[in-house]
């Protein structure tokens, strides 16, 4: 039987906002074997917007593993919004890796929030002054950390779990003078250089759902505005479909 992997990112949960995603995940077990969640789960990242979080995403009849988003940094509360979710059964993925057993076989996930960068030939580089060095290193960390994460993963099926994009193919919609903050090349890089079966991502409202890795990694934007629907749902057998 193929794995069902249900995904949506940038829910931008508010305090006014309590049970109506919720409504949304009623009879998912019966359309999904996992629910991951691609980040920006919050508006501005305060505790009271993750207790919401909690609340919408807890108990469901599948596994929930979640990565948070930059909004879900802006109020510098992300390791308490993490710890809450944990708290409440939700797997959050930090530049490491869960595996799971469904139906038989063993889910692997790895994955965090990712950064930007920009894509190969329109991208920062490590020059200048130290606050780019920082910006391009912090995604040079993240991307060896999934590399790493990935080379010891022992699962049957790979799935790499991102708030932003690791290619431009998903960008398509947006302005391509954001790109560099919507992704990084690198994080395709790493992924490609160990392999996985299927990369969700966020991030990019108005983007594309669907895109590839230079070496073919099939590549899904899940954001809320491009799904338009509570959740996607993408197949790990041959051709995808389910
Ligand atoms: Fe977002
Ligand atoms: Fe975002």
Redesign the pocket.
Same mark, same amino acid.
């Given at each position: 039987m193929s794995l069902r992997i249900a995904a949506v !990112?940038?829910v931008h949960l508010g305090t006014d906002m309590g049970g109506r995603y919720r409504s949304h995940l009623t009879g998912i077990e019966e359309k999904a074997d996992v629910l991951l969640l691609a !980040?920006?789960l919050t508006r501005h990242g305060t505790l009271e917007e993750g207790e919401v979080v909690v609340e919408e995403f807890r108990d469901l009849p599948i596994p929930v593993i979640a990565v948070l !988003?930059? &909004?879900d940094h802006h109020s510098d509360k992300p390791a308490e919004i993490a710890a809450m979710m944990r708290e409440a059964g939700i797997a959050v993925l930090h530049d490491d890796a869960v595996v799971l057993d469904v139906n038989g076989e063993r889910l692997g996930v790895v994955g965090g929030k990712g950064f930007g960068g920009g894509f190969a030939g329109k991208c920062a580089s490590e020059f200048g002054e130290p606050e780019i060095k920082a910006f391009v290193n912090h995604t040079k960390r993240i991307a060896d950390r999934w590399r790493t994460a990935l080379k010891e993963l022992e699962a049957d099926r790979r799935v790499v779990l991102s708030?932003?994009s690791p290619v431009n193919d998903t960008l398509a919609g947006e302005p391509p003078e954001i790109y560099p903050f919507l992704g990084s090349y690198l994080l395709a890089e790493a992924i490609d250089a160990e392999g996985a079966d299927l990369i969700l991502h !966020?991030?990019a &409202?108005m983007g594309t759902e669907k895109g590839v890795t230079p070496a073919g990694i099939r590549v899904r934007n899940v954001a809320l505005p491009v799904l338009g629907r509570a959740y996607g749902v993408y197949c790990l057998n041959g051709d995808g479909r389910c």
């Open positions: !990112g940038d !980040g920006d !988003g930059n &909004h708030h932003y !966020g991030h &409202h």
